[in-house]
């Protein structure tokens, strides 16, 4: 699991979850929850535990059986 941007990315098997907080000055907002799998364009669904990192450059690594995914998302 990590926190690019204020945004929460947590790998599950069945792709990567993107969880959108509400703003804390806006009560009227809800969470939102958005999940990106193979049908999203990534080779797999499975991502592995604690297998996430994100570098220097904002490059996002994900750990997914039986590859290696990388993901740079800009803004």
């Known amino acids: 699991m990590n926190e690019i941007k ?3 990315h947590v790998g599950s098997e069945n792709g990567i979850i993107v969880v959108d907080r509400p703003d804390e000055y806006n009560s009227d907002q809800l969470w939102r929850f958005s999940n990106y799998g193979k049908s999203s364009g990534l080779p797999y669904n ?11 450059t904002g490059a996002v690594w994900w750990g997914a059986a039986p590859i290696l995914v990388v993901n740079h998302q800009d803004p």
Not at 46 to 56: C, G, L, P, R
Request: aromatic share 8%; glycine share 8%.
């Open 6 to 8: 204020g945004r929460i």
């Open 46 to 56: 499975d991502h592995n535990q604690a297998t996430s990192f994100v570098s220097s």
